[in-house]
């Protein structure tokens, strides 16, 4: 007797058998297809995340460390210009123009945020061919600008620490006193802080369109899109650590945003090349963020009874397409109103003072300093050419 599976009315055909065969095969290659087409695409995403956020950031990253070590060194300045005179001996980018014989008083010129002595150096060198005769004059960059080394460590910048660094470096190199302090943009925030620390160093000041302490008034609008701007150029400088910025760096060459445009188009590759570093940022950064403590500072030491009130003091202020926004207005105009109205804080530090609105220049112009040549000419006063062509004089007044 037959078993049941041998009986062939119990069997299944071969041909179906065949046909259910190749009817899982497909399902099952249909499956496998569409698997592979549903993970491919994740496979794909995180290869790409992958050389995103590892592979191109650590290229850029170790690209940058080598750029800058190798532009620093390809614009390296004159090794005596280099001076360990900065916290822990740091070398310190110094500028010092000799002239033993003049008779024109010292000047020390410090210069505003972001800017190195790459740009300044120049300046300086047109300031002198414009005056009658040598005279002396010391600038330097903060630690982290320019050539100068960055510090150890950035949280121990604060105000009291530049102050401190400008008076140390001004009595290393030796400079005549009494001198003259120019100070452009907030340079001359600076030289008005020195002036209150150290009254007696200071012969006269000239402020170059200088930034007002009210700027950093705890409530204040101007505040408030600092604190902002920190918040972007923190972004910018870790951008600018993954080498993110390199690149684009040659349309500096070309274009530019409002009168801080001409920045970029006349300097000197050495400092567009280390302008938009990681260090150079995170100085400015670092700088904005102490600077608040300003009016505290000033508060503190308008105490001082030994600061001289009769001091030459000059104020020069020029239009600057970039202050509404800082200042929180709508029209170029009201901030400039808002600008100078706050500049003449710093005349109340002494009772031989002028201003002078320069309309026909702005503010990068004005950090030229040529417009003060006969301010130094005539160390009896402070004299400068108004836009009208009369010159005037801090102590006798408005002459032909």
């Known amino acids: 007797m037959r078993s049941w599976y ?20 497909f399902c099952s290659s249909l499956c496998i297809g569409i698997g592979v087409l549903l993970i491919l695409p994740v496979i794909l995403i995180v290869l ?23 532009d620093r060194k390809r614009y390296y300045p004159p090794v005596e210009e280099m001076k360990p005179w900065g916290p822990h001996n740091k070398l310190i980018h110094v500028v010092h123009v000799h002239a033993p014989q003049s008779k024109l008083p010292s000047i020390v010129y410090l210069s505003g945020m972001s800017i190195s002595m790459y740009y300044v150096k120049p300046l300086l060198s047109e300031f002198v061919k414009f005056m009658s005769e040598p005279v002396e004059i010391l600038s330097f960059d903060p630690p982290g600008y320019g050539a100068s080394e960055s510090p150890s460590n950035w949280n121990e910048e604060d105000l009291t620490s530049e102050l401190s660094l400008l ?19 907030i340079g001359g925030l600076l030289a008005h802080l020195y002036y209150l620390t150290y009254p007696k160093d200071v012969a006269g000041i000239i402020f170059l369109d200088p930034t007002p302490p009210s700027v950093f008034e705890q409530g204040s609008t101007t505040l ?145 300093m040529v417009f003060v040549t006969p301010a130094i000419d005539n160390p009896r006063s402070m004299v400068v050419q108004s836009p009208g062509g009369a010159w005037f004089d801090t102590e006798f007044g408005t002459y032909p």
């Open 167 to 185: 008076h140390e470096i001004i009595g290393k190199s030796t400079l005549r006193k009494p001198f003259i302090l120019i100070g452009g943009s």
């Open 6 to 25: 041998e009986d062939p009315t119990l069997l299944t055909p071969t041909s179906f058998r065949a046909k259910a065969v190749r009817i899982l095969s």
């Open 48 to 70: 790409i995340l992958f050389l995103l956020l590892w592979i191109l950031p650590g290229f850029g990253y170790f690209y940058e460390r080598y750029a800058e070590a190798r």
């Open 224 to 368: 408030t899109n600092m604190n902002r701007l920190v918040f972007v150029l923190r972004v910018i400088a870790r951008a600018a650590s993954y080498g993110c910025l390199r690149p684009i760096i040659f349309l500096f060459d070309y274009f530019g945003l409002g009168d801080f445009g001409n920045f970029f188009r006349p300097s000197y590759p050495g400092y567009i090349a280390l302008a938009m570093t990681q260090t150079m940022i995170n100085k400015f950064t670092n700088q904005m963020q102490y600077y608040q403590s300003v009016p505290d500072y000033i508060l503190k030491q308008k105490k001082n009874t030994s600061i001289l009130n009769d001091v030459p003091l000059l104020v020069i202020s020029a239009p600057d397409s970039s202050k509404a926004r800082l200042c929180g207005y709508r029209t170029e105009e009201e901030a400039q109103q808002w600008w100078c109205d706050h500049q003449r804080a710093f005349l109340h530090n002494s009772s031989n003072t002028g201003f002078i609105f320069r309309e026909d220049h702005n503010h990068v112009h004005i950090l030229g």
